[in-house]
Every structure is written in structure tokens, then in C-alpha cells.
């Protein structure tokens, strides 16, 4: 006897005119009926291929039966496909897809739709609250935080709420439940001190213009890793931010930023300006901040992640985010005077309620201080020692580096033979897709970077020579 085939697997059989047939449920029609499409074939392996194909052309969700009795689990998949996917980033839709199949389908797939209750969902929430965690990763305790149960609830609030409005459901079970209360996490903020040595080992390192730039923008990580140089007007100072790097199962995607307040322009200071423009010189790519493995790639947004803990552990610094820093230039602005209305465009925020909402411990101090200040102008009152009084800034920081400068990518590298005698390697890609390497040998250092960057310079333009050659030929042909 046969494998019985599992169910939306379809089916094959053998005609009477001798060939197989494959047939599948591709949807279902208003009155609930299924719809299908069938393959013939002459054997049975081909038959198999072509009805594989046709499962894989057809949408999924398409083939579930819409019923108010059908398994939770099931339109949690339907609502997310047809619902949600579609107008959710990349980046959201792996947390939304997590959420279904680590949580929601294990613990509510097979209640019946209609028979979902708030006494169901909130033992959910407190299984989360308890156990949500143990069952996947051990080692980081049981329950899952606060944030993730609000946002996994979320997800099943609102696939309910389209349940409701396409009458499936009289009313919303999740309206019913009770939630543990939000948790904002704590703000970690660098000190001036810790800011400046993170600025020294990590120009020891080679990444100083990254953390320069972020530390006086505020950019999202995706954000920063997505500029390219024709975003920068070095005249004006002017920097453009309308793309963001994301990375999905380990490959890069270039797309729009964030919200449509994310797409701006900022200002830099003079200082950053001129530090980026020599910067400039020692890139050899559209991108900002090229990846030193992949040509014609940008940084992922991981690496420079890892990269700035790796730079705080050599600085002796604490443990922070590269977000962190955001908030680190975030808390510095409104210090310093800096309005939420600008402070808001600035970072891409959509309100200033984002922004305040984030920052109401600065904003808090800052209107206090306004008081005081108010207080001495309007009634003459002195300083008190309760006052806030303005602290002395900290002197420069004489931490000294423990790593030697990363070489950027397109310089090349240098090695030094038992002799004494100093070598200079450089491999580019030629038109042909062929990885060619040269070198350059002196006696000292100094002498070899300079031949070296001489070489490249060469390789370059005969690299570029070629490739309007090629393309010359190309249209003759």
C-alpha cells in the first residue's frame, strides 16, 4: 500500500489513458469550496517535479479554507501572509515569523478560532511570563521580558481584530487580558572620558571616522553603513541619509530608511567635515564605509557591532550598544541646549513624543535647571547648594591605544621579511573576474606605502582603461 500523502501535499494518481496526474488545492472559493489545478505527466517522477512546481507558484495562505472554526494557528498563518507580510520590512517580518512559530502556533494553533477566549490568551501570557523562554534557550533564564510578551500579544490583538471585521469572530478576546506593565530600558550613556578613549583605540583600529560620525549624528547603525559619498556635500556640510542596510539571514539589502522622517538631512560640524574629506582620500569606493572583504559592498551592520565591542573592551570602557550611542549623542544635544523639535528631525523621529518619551529623565533635569534659572532672574535668588551648579569640564584623557591601525580596504598590505626589507601586496579584480595580485618592495616603510599606493593608483586606471575598452567593443559589436 502506498504513502498516504499529508495533508496540502496533493495528490497523484494514474489515469486510465495511461499517465499521471497531479492535482492540488490552490484555494478555496466564497462559498468555502475548494479550487484546485492539476498536472499530467508521462511518469511519475516527472509528474511529481511539475505538481511541486505548481505548490511552490501558488501562495501558500491561499490554500487554507477561511472558517470560523478553523485552528488558531492556522489564521494566525493566513492573516500574517495575506495581512501583514506584505507591508512589513524584511527585518519585521523575521520577528513576526518567530513570534507564530516559536510561541503562538505551539501553545494556541490548535484551539478553534472561534472558540479563542481571554481566558485562554491570558494563560498564554502567563506561560510566557514563566516558561516562554526555557524551551528554546536554557541558558538565559525562563520567562521571556516584559517587551516580548507585549509585542507577541500585539501580533494576536490584531490578527483577532481582523478576525472580528471579517465576521468570523463576534468580538476580540484580547481586549480581556492583562498584560505586564511595559519596561523601557535603562539608557547606557558613555562618560566624557569613556567617549574619548573610545574615539583613540578606535582610530587605532581604523574605525575612528565611523564612531566620529555617529557620535555627532546620532545615525542608525543601517542607517551609517548605507552613506555613500555623493550623500556628503563637503562645501556645505550637508550629509543625506535615504537608505538603510539591513541584513537578512546573512545578506545585505539596500532599501529606504525606516519612516519617511528617517529620509533627511544634517548638518555637520566643521571639525567632522574636514576629518571625513582627508578620510576621503584613503577610500577607493561609492561607499562611505566600505567592507574590506566584499568589492563594492558596504560594512554590515553586525560587524561594526562586534567591532565597537570588541574597541570598548581594548578602551577598558563598559559593555554598551552601538544604538547606545545614539542616545549618547541624543542626551549630549539636549545638555547642551539643544531643542526636541530639532533634536526630533535630526535623528529621523516621526513626533517629538518619540523623542520625549525617550528622553524625559534629560528633559526632566533640563527643566529644572530652566527653573532655577528662572528663580535667579525673576527673584534675584542666589545659588543654593541644592542648585545645579554647571560642573568643570574633565581634562583630556591620556589612555593610550593597545591595538595597531586595521589597514582600509583598497590599501593594499605590508609585510616585513627577516632581512629587514619591507614588501607591498595588492590584489584587485580585473573586467575578466580575475583576481590579480602585485608588489612593491623598499627598504624602509615609509617607502613602501608610497610605492605602494603609486601601484594601486596604476592598477586602478588600467582597470578602468580596460573596462571602457570592453564596453567600447561591446557596442561596435
Known sequence: MGRKRKSGEGTVRLRKDGRWEGRVVVGYDDKGLPKTKNVLAKTKAECVEKLNVLKSSATPATAVKVRADMPFGEWMEFWYE??????VRPNTQ???????RLYIRPKLGCVP???????????FINWMRKDGRSEH?????EGLSSNTIRHCYGICRRALEKAVSEKLILQNPAKECKLPPAKPKELAILSREELQKLLIQARAEGYYEVFLLELTTGLRVGELMALQWEDLNLKTGELRIERQVCQIKGELLIQPPKTKASIRTVILPPPVVTALNEYKQTVFSQWMFPSPKKEDAPVAPSVVSHRLAKILKHAGCKKVRFHDLRHVFATNALEHGMDVKTLSTIIGHTSSATT???YAHVTSDMQRQAAVKIDQGIGKAEATESAPVAKSMPTMTDFQPTRKRRRRWGTGSLSQSKSGRWT??????WPDGKLKT??????????CERLLAIMIAEMRAEVAAKRERLSAEDKVS
Open 424 to 429: 607591498g601586496r595588492c590584489a584587485i579584480t
Open 82 to 87: 495575506n495581512h501583514c507580510k506584505p507591508i
Open 113 to 123: 478560532l472561534n472558540k479563542l477566549t481571554a481566558n485562554d490568551l491570558q494563560q
Open 94 to 100: 523575521r520577528g513576526y515569523e518567530d513570534f507564530i
Open 438 to 447: 602585485r608588489s612593491v618592495h623598499a627598504d624602509t616603510e615609509e617607502e
Open 137 to 141: 534557550r536554557e541558558s538565559r533564564g
Open 356 to 358: 520625549l518619551n525617550i
